[in-house]
């Protein structure tokens, strides 16, 4: 989804940090430092959308960024850091879920959301990568991990409104659900690799909506 797909930022590789640098994003600096932040982000998007994770090299986001190695080394410590640091500039959008007035269409959208983030090769290469990274870097899996937990938080908004309107069970585990509607999609996409389609989007959008009636996402 444009919402829970990381669309902006990407993924490392293997280099160790010198020192110790302080926490990707725990410092909201402007000027010439955020516009630091950004030009390392687009580079680390670009390397992994031409190259994957396996071939992005500090020398090329160094290339690309316009940022001395020395210094991406001191900030970010290394490849990892600076994938961590993108997946968290990508969560600090103002994303905000559908709001259809139902929840059928409401998880209709979000469904035709992560579909509209895959169907084009260009722009799914960022996000496939950073899930690939995922695979070969603790790091990486706990920036992705951290990234779809935000997304999927505010994707929750959509099972609140359900309730207040009687389309669902105040037991309804909303976490539990808004997984459920892009769970078949993303297995097609990163599992078996097959194409996606609004179609199947619709498909996973309604047999949630099933399942919840069913009561099958209630909280146990």
Do not use: N
């Not at 020395?70 to 103002?94: N, S």
């Not at 937990?149 to 909303?174: L, M, Q």
């Not at 194409?195 to 949630?208: R, Y």
Request: aromatic share 6%; charged share 25%; glycine share 8%.
């Amino acid at each position: 989804m444009a919402p829970a797909t990381p669309a902006t930022p990407a993924a490392p590789a293997t280099p160790a940090a010198p020192a110790t640098p302080a926490a990707p994003g725990t410092r909201r600096p402007g000027g010439r430092t955020a516009r630091t932040r950004a030009a390392v982000r687009d580079a680390v998007l670009s390397g992994l959308a031409d190259h994957g994770y396996p071939g992005l090299t500090v020398e090329y986001i160094a290339d690309h960024s316009g940022v001395h190695k020395t210094t991406l080394y001191r900030r970010w410590g290394g490849l990892e850091g600076m994938v961590a640091d993108a997946l968290e500039m990508a969560g600090e959008d103002t994303w905000t879920p559908p709001d259809t007035g139902s929840l059928e269409g409401d998880l209709r959208e979000l469904a035709r959301e992560v579909v509209e983030s895959f169907s084009d090769d260009a722009a799914a290469a960022a996000p496939t990568a950073f899930v690939a990274a995922a695979f070969q870097s603790a790091r990486a899996a706990d920036a992705l991990h951290a990234f779809y937990a935000e997304r999927f938080g505010r994707c929750e908004a959509v099972v609140e409104r359900a309730v207040e309107r009687g389309e669902a069970s105040p037991d309804t585990d909303a976490a539990a659900l808004v997984r459920a509607v892009s769970a078949p999609l993303l297995l097609r996409v990163f599992i078996t690799r097959e194409p996606v389609d609004a179609a199947l989007a619709d498909q996973a959008a309604a047999a949630a909506i099933a399942a919840t009636r069913d009561g099958a996402f209630a909280r146990r």
